[in-house]
């Protein structure tokens, strides 16, 4: 489906610049499974950087984190 709309816009996407990650607390959620596009895999990553801070596959958060979405709720 992300294909069709993204052919239909004229919009092609970029499998360097746009890794994955599955996020979960449940460890066996996380699988080893590969999203491939156009017969290309897109690179799975375990951590990545919001809003300054580290959220890892575990849905793991830094403190800052926890403290920006905290004062943007508010």
């Known amino acids: 489906m992300l294909v069709e709309v993204c052919d239909e816009k004229d919009l092609e996407m970029n499998v360097e610049k746009t890794p994955y990650t599955i996020t979960s607390r449940n460890i066996e959620v996380l699988g080893n499974r590969d999203v491939i596009i156009k017969n290309e895999i897109i690179e799975k990553i375990n ?24 004062s943007g709720n508010a």
């Open 47 to 70: 951590k990545f950087k919001y809003l300054g801070a580290c959220v890892t596959s575990k849905n793991e958060s830094t403190e800052k984190l926890k403290s920006l979405v905290a």
